[in-house]
């Protein structure tokens, strides 16, 4: 069992370029969040989807979108990368239609750097 | 905006040692989650916390939920170099809908 897998492991990025961090769960999970981490902070969401079709804004989701089309697969789209968005993302998934009383499992993260 | 502080933001210890560490919050909350991220990986979790009181353990660590409902503490004993990484809580406040992260706990243990 793959669980989640997000790739890429490691990508840097051009000010103004455009990018997809893709992440897909073979648990058939319904909750799917993307958090980005960064030192001191902790673990922020971004965005988070409790079903596909359906997506919702998290704790910082100013300059990413994502879509869900179907259960398995949750990309993050940056339109127009900024340095601001240098940081380690993780993508998690829940049992479920939500993270309450359910155990998120994490993927191995993206490390993106924008320069 | 953030709601736990987690403490010690990092810690230097030598092998054999007892760790201890805590997160504490402003509101109250209904469950905590210990998680532990090893250099490189995403967070797995450690322990689940449901109930006022409520002490667990995992092999050599132990975890609590404050009678307060506004703190959870997590204990490691006997240290081993395999404990390096970053612990976090994570918690569900009362009335809210989502899990809260926080800071972290960064853990190095020397041989």
């Known amino acids: 069992n793959a669980g989640v897998t997000q790739t890429p492991k490691f990508h840097i990025l051009k000010t103004g370029q455009s990018m997809t961090l893709q992440c897909a769960q073979d648990m058939n999970h319904g909750y799917l969040s993307w958090y980005r981490q960064d030192p001191g902070m902790g673990l922020r969401r971004i965005h988070y989807s409790v079903a596909a079709g359906i997506t919702d804004k998290g704790e910082v989701p100013d300059g990413y979108n994502v879509s869900r089309s179907n259960t398995e697969d949750f990309p993050l789209r940056l339109e127009s990368a900024a340095p601001s968005q240098t940081s380690v993302y993780f993508c998690?998934?829940?049992?479920?239609?939500?993270?309450?009383?359910?155990?998120?499992?994490f993927g191995q993260g993206t490390r993106l750097t924008v320069v | 905006g953030q709601q736990l502080n987690q403490s010690p933001q990092s810690m230097f210890i030598q092998e054999g040692e007892d760790v201890s560490m805590n997160c504490t919050s402003s509101s109250i909350f209904n469950t905590w989650l210990w998680y532990k991220q090893d250099p490189g990986e995403g967070p797995v979790l450690l322990i689940a916390?449901?109930?006022?009181?409520e002490l667990t353990s995992n092999g050599r660590l132990t975890a609590q939920f404050g009678i307060t409902r506004k703190d959870s503490f997590l204990n490691i004993s006997a240290s081993i170099p395999s404990d390096v990484g970053i612990y976090f809580c994570?918690?569900?406040?009362?009335?809210?809908?989502?899990?809260?992260f926080g800071a972290g706990t960064r853990l190095f243990v020397k041989a």
């Open positions: 994570a918690g569900r406040p009362v009335g809210g809908f989502k899990t809260i």
């Open positions: 916390l449901y109930k006022a009181g």
């Open positions: 998690a998934s829940n049992l479920g239609d939500s993270d309450l009383n359910t155990e998120a499992f």
